[in-house]
């Protein structure tokens, strides 16, 4: 029998109170029994409790605890913790989920089991779509679409899905990775992607498919994602210019970053035809006015998309990276 590899578990946050303690409480009760924690916390100031809280555990040994004051990046949080990592399996969370005890034994299963296995992700019960992704709608297997790198973001479901399998992504909120991955194939995460950093998973899971490994899906590696209307490293108002112009730069910079000519094209079009447009499964509305609103935001996105890309030519993008690297010189 393999002997259990040593779990670190990373936590990145900012503007989280209440759902930061008890992300970490259950993690803290985990019945794995070799793991650390390691919180890169990216807030100034914290609520009196929660500061105090915070103190207590990291004081016990029981997290270790970093502060930034200066910056508030998810991907430079996470290349922040993995630098700091002794663990052999780095699972990543977010700051506001509810874990069983058993969520990293699940996790490491799946390595020990299958060498060819580079990340694992895992089942994200949305708060707010608790009940209908445990009631009557559960797939088995999902489409051969969710698959291709053009279109697989709009069939990829890690709600439903009920049957372990391969995958093209992980969602940032539950994704466990093997250390090799940084350390020996030099991948990390791309700190180019802003706001929400959505899509930065996405990026780094493509980036992956080159080592020749997978991303595989365990529906029993669960966790409910609260989904907090505050915090979380980003941009809290969807409505916000900043936020929508992020929202579509991230998108475009995956394709750009990532993809084929073709692959684009068919991945531009179904983000024009869904986020703009409205159609199924975005669900927006119609309104002439709402639909140029967002068209505006859309090609807003796609020419930052563009400067970042050409920029990314001779630049790495990965600032935060080298802020971290020159303090520690």
């Known amino acids: 029998m393999l002997p259990l590899p040593f779990v670190t578990v990373v936590i990145p946050t900012y503007g989280r109170e209440e759902p930061l303690i008890e992300t970490i409480a259950d993690v803290l009760t ?6 650390e924690t390691i919180v890169v916390d ?6 009196p409790e929660t500061a105090a809280y915070l103190k207590h555990v990291a004081d016990e040994g029981k997290i270790q605890l970093y502060t930034l004051n200066d910056w508030a990046s998810l991907p430079g949080a996470r290349n922040y913790a993995v630098r700091r990592a002794a663990g052999d399996i780095i699972v990543f969370i977010d700051d506001d989920v ?8 699940k996790h490491v299963q799946n390595y020990l089991d299958r ?13 707010m779509k608790l009940a209908d992704s445990q009631g009557a709608l559960r797939i088995e297997q999902m489409p051969p679409e969710a698959m291709d790198p053009g279109i697989a973001w709009y069939h990829l479901d890690l709600v439903h899905t009920i049957k372990p399998q391969q995958v093209l992504s992980a969602r940032g909120c539950n994704m466990s990775y093997r250390r090799e991955i940084f350390t020996k194939h030099g991948i990390w995460f791309d700190e180019r992607f802003r706001g929400s950093a959505v899509r930065e998973e996405s990026d780094f899971c493509l980036r992956i498919r080159k080592t020749g490994l997978m991303i595989w899906y365990d529906p029993e590696a669960s966790l409910i994602h609260i989904g907090e ?16 112009v992020t929202f579509y730069h ?4 995956l394709g750009l970053h990532n993809l084929t000519l073709g692959q684009c094209l068919r991945f531009f079009t179904k983000l024009f035809d869904c986020h703009v447009l409205g159609h199924p499964p975005c669900n927006k ?3 002439p006015i709402k639909i140029l609103v967002r068209l505006g935001f859309y090609t807003l996105g796609f020419l930052d998309a563009l400067k970042t890309w050409v920029i990314a030519l001779w630049n790495d993008g990965q600032i935060y990276s080298r802020l971290d690297r020159q303090r520690n010189s």
């Not at 990216?42 to 609520?47: E, F």
């Not at 509810?98 to 034994?105: G, V």
């Not at 209307?229 to 929508?244: A, E, L, R, W």
């Not at 991230?250 to 910079?253: D, K, M, V």
């Open 98 to 105: 509810r874990l069983e005890p058993d969520y990293l034994q």
């Open 250 to 253: 991230n998108h475009f910079f």
């Open 30 to 35: 985990q019945d794995y029994p070799k793991f």
């Open 115 to 127: 060498p060819d296995i580079a990340g694992v992700a895992g089942r994200v019960f949305d708060r």
């Open 229 to 244: 209307p505050t915090g979380g490293c980003h941009d809290v108002s969807t409505k916000s210019m900043g936020y929508q």
């Open 42 to 47: 990216q807030l100034p100031k914290h609520k």
């Open 285 to 287: 509305s119609g309104s």
